[in-house]
């Protein structure tokens, strides 16, 4: 592996819990030479199930893991809906770390799922604020900071499958990712003129970590044993097996490095041939 | 007729194309129940449509032999959607269709936009959808035989369009709806699509001009360029409604989870012009 990334700074959010897509790509940025900023909400929310926020000793093991890499890391908790916070953060990083090159917009609710007619007015608020308004303040925060740096810059937002397709008992969640597809278009537009690339990266279902909430959740209301549940989306994908965060990270950090330096406005499918459009 | 004794709840209807789906399902027989936010709000730059404009369409179509009613309703507010929707079904006795169609434009470059604006787009054209979706679907599964949503998306739904990031992420997110909606519904025979419309020359299209720091008729010379058809004028709202009333027909009775796309040619202009 190049250090492709060396000399870069990078911010991701929601890179707390142990087990998430957020820590796995902090640590490949760090792999790849980013130094890196973690950020978490670190205190959990009304409803959320108790894996689901990162806690601030996790935050600061994640900020460790990457000084062991040889890296410079910064530990922030930050709350991507609020847009004094996330002002906020990005002066932290650009105040410690000395400038901001790659936003990995990855903070995000996979859960509160009920069907549509069933979902609560505050469930969908919530998982429309985590996942699609906080990508446009972050975006906006980072999109000026990048334009007055003046030497161009990387976006990478986490979308989902659920932005190409959906699912039941996801109409918040799938509403959500599809609007994350649209502001990676539009910002592709309006910040390709300052050389930033904006493209979002559309995982499958990661099994592990929150994903575990989630297979016991879909199992359920499909009325199919976990194992039966696993064994039909394994056998959905040509390749063959689920996906991993590390593909997640792989795909992430190849987008914010210089091999991608052409590709803009993408939603790249990682889902081992699941997912075709 | 195509909407004889049917139902057809319409947003967004004292004007544009609001308006003309309301006059176009009546022509085919449909009674309709009509809101309007009827007041300006923060958002849209441009004048909202009026309680007098929604009259008028109720009293045109009460003209024609049809029953109507239009109720001032802000589709953001839940409380608001929840009363409008059952109004519709104890004054009428039942929905068959749910048009979402209220919507507005407004321009700004995204790392400008201020909360508040991406707020007001997302709410009115992505929350509201959800909750006409929402309460019309409980109407027509305790109706217990079918019923069509369906709403109004845009080219913006498929692509990407500069100073426009709240509306597209909008648009797109209506997309995700329709298509979870579409997964969800299709068991008790509720078909959900989108009509994703070019552009249609309404109140809401010169509304949003100065903007762009264009006049109308600027802006309208620029959009015209960008469509393949060699048509006179942008669309009418009557091409949109043409859409509308063929998917929510019973000839459309196995069309579910999608969209039709109504541009003058305009996306694929865009991809290779």
Redesign the interface.
């Known amino acids: 592996m190049t250090e492709s990334l060396l000399g870069k700074v990078a911010l991701i959010t929601g890179a707390g819990r142990r087990e998430g897509l957020g820590h796995a790509i902090a640590l490949e940025l760090a792999r790849r030479g980013a130094d890196v900023a973690v950020t978490d909400l670190v205190q959990s929310r009304d409803r959320f199930p108790e894996t689901a926020i990162g806690s601030r000793d996790e935050l600061d093991a994640s900020a460790e893991e990457i000084r062991e890499l040889g890296r410079r890391a910064l530990a922030l908790s930050l709350d991507v809906t609020s847009?004094e916070d996330v002002e906020r953060g990005v002066e932290s990083v650009v105040s410690e770390l000395g400038r901001v090159d790659i936003l990995v917009n990855n903070a995000g609710v996979g859960y509160l799922m009920a069907?549509?007619?069933e979902?609560s007015?505050e469930d969908?608020?919530t998982t429309?604020a985590v996942n699609?308004?906080g990508p446009?303040?972050c975006?906006?925060a980072v999109?000026?900071r990048l334009?007055a740096q003046g030497d161009g810059g990387r976006i990478v937002n986490i979308a989902s499958q659920?932005?190409k397709?959906?699912?039941?008992?996801?109409?918040?969640?799938?509403?959500?990712?599809?609007?994350?597809?649209?502001?990676?278009?539009?910002?592709?537009?309006?910040?390709g003129p300052h050389g930033i690339t904006v493209n979002a990266v559309c995982p499958n279902h990661v099994t592990t970590g929150l994903g575990a909430w989630q297979n016991q959740y879909f199992s359920a209301s499909r009325l199919q044993e976990q194992d039966d549940y696993l064994d039909r989306m394994r056998d959905r994908i040509p390749l063959g097996r689920l996906c991993t965060q590390q593909d997640v990270a792989n795909a992430v950090c190849w987008l914010a490095g210089p091999e991608a330096a052409f590709v803009n406005?993408d939603a790249l499918n990682v889902t081992g041939g699941e997912e075709m459009h | 007729m195509l909407f004889e004794n049917k139902v057809v709840v319409i947003t967004g209807a004292a004007r544009g194309q609001g308006r003309s789906h309301a006059l176009g399902f009546a022509k085919e027989g449909a009674d309709v129940v009509l809101s309007d936010i009827c007041h300006d709000f923060e958002g849209p730059n441009y004048e909202m449509g009026t309680q007098a404009q929604l009259d008028e369409v109720v009293e045109q179509i009460q003209g024609m032999g049809r029953r109507a009613i239009g109720l001032q309703v802000d589709v953001r507010s839940e409380s608001e959607m929840e009363v409008f929707i059952s109004r519709a079904a104890s004054e009428f006795g039942r929905i068959d269709v749910m048009v979402n169609n209220a919507g507005f434009l407004q321009m700004g470059a995204a790392h400008e936009l201020t909360e508040s604006q991406w707020d007001a787009s997302i709410d009115t054209m992505l929350k509201g959808v959800y909750f006409g979706s929402r309460y019309a679907a409980l109407q027509m599964k305790e109706q217990g035989d079918g019923g069509v949503i369906c709403s109004t998306s845009s080219g913006g739904g498929f692509k990407g369009f500069g100073y426009i990031a709240h509306y597209v992420a909008a648009k797109h997110g209506v997309i995700g709806l329709t298509r979870a909606l579409a997964v969800e519904l299709a068991p008790f025979n509720i078909r959900v699509n989108a009509i994703c419309p070019g552009h249609v020359a309404t109140d809401m299209l010169s509304g949003a001009a100065p903007d762009a720091g264009l006049t109308a008729e600027e802006l309208e010379a620029h959009l015209k360029r960008t469509i393949l058809l060699p048509a006179p004028t942008l669309l009418s709202p009557s091409d949109i409604t043409a859409a509308y009333l063929w998917i929510c027909s019973e000839g459309a009775r196995y069309v579910t989870g999608t969209q039709i796309v109504v541009d003058q040619g305009f996306l694929q202009k865009s991809n290779t012009n």
Do not use: Q
């Open positions: 847009a069907l549509a007619t979902m007015e969908w608020d429309l699609l308004k446009f303040l975006s906006k999109g000026r334009i659920a932005a397709s959906a699912i039941a008992r996801a109409a918040g969640y799938c509403s959500s990712k599809h609007g994350l597809i649209g502001l990676t278009r539009v910002l592709a537009i309006e910040l406005g």
